[in-house]
């Protein structure tokens, strides 16, 4: 079993719809990254989360530590919002940066 | 500010050839990363460095794979001899170093193809 898991793998909806992507880690962290990814590989950087909720634009990001649990939501979604989505885990050891990344999930929006 | 540069953009080599990519990292960014990417598959760290010393290469393979970053700036990873499993997109990102989280920026990544 991968330490983060997300889902779904693949998703494809309509412009405007509300999106939901998921991420659950089975070890111990103290910050959550969400990544987007466009093809051709360059990998922006979204939120850094250790707690609650953030947001930015059309995209947020909550996280549940208890539940070891984080959820993206992208709001009024755009063809050009079409990308690689991943979730990464910072460990748990204070000031490591080493992060454990998911396997993404790729968003497909159609006009 | 400028983000994190890689050189080059696509490479397409033959099994068993040598090949370099080369990372500048966010001036001021002590802490730069080297990840392989495999089609499909979420990074997998390849190599830390802290300035100049290697955190963490606990995941590089050795017998193929270096990586040096000698003046604590820019950095290259080089794969000698090629195979096919390595091809992927090798990914530079930097960060801040200190106490805390920092995210990572990631630069535009290498394509690599070995045929």
């Known amino acids: 079993k991968n330490e983060v898991e997300q889902s779904p793998q693949n998703l494809t909806a309509q412009e405007g719809e509300f999106i939901t992507i998921n991420c659950s880690y089975s070890v111990g962290i103290s910050a959550l990254h969400w990544l987007q990814q466009h093809p051709g590989g360059g990998i922006v950087s979204l939120f850094m989360l250790s707690s609650g909720k953030k947001k930015h634009g059309r995209l947020i990001a909550t996280i549940n530590i208890q539940e070891k649990h984080s959820s993206l939501h992208i709001t009024a979604s755009h063809p050009r919002d079409s990308a690689v989505y991943i979730c990464a885990v910072g460990g748990a050891n204070f000031g490591n940066e080493k992060l454990t990344f998911g396997t993404g999930t790729r968003l497909t929006i159609i006009p | 500010e400028a983000g994190v540069a890689q050189s080059p953009r696509y490479k397409i080599i033959e099994k068993r050839q040598s090949v370099a990519f080369w990372c500048n990292p966010i001036?001021?960014?002590?802490?730069l990363y080297w990840y392989q990417q495999i089609l499909g598959q979420g990074p997998k760290l390849l190599i830390q460095f802290q300035n100049n010393g290697v955190v963490d290469d606990s995941q590089l393979p050795k017998d193929r794979f270096s990586a040096e970053r000698l003046k604590g700036v820019d950095s290259t990873l080089k794969i000698q001899p090629a195979k096919l499993e390595d091809s992927a997109v090798y990914l530079c990102?930097?960060?801040?170093?200190?106490?805390?989280?920092?995210?990572?920026?990631f630069g535009p990544g290498t394509r690599l193809t070995v045929t």
């Open positions: 001036s001021g960014h002590a802490t």
């Open positions: 990102a930097s960060s801040l170093v200190g106490r805390g989280h920092y995210e990572q920026y």
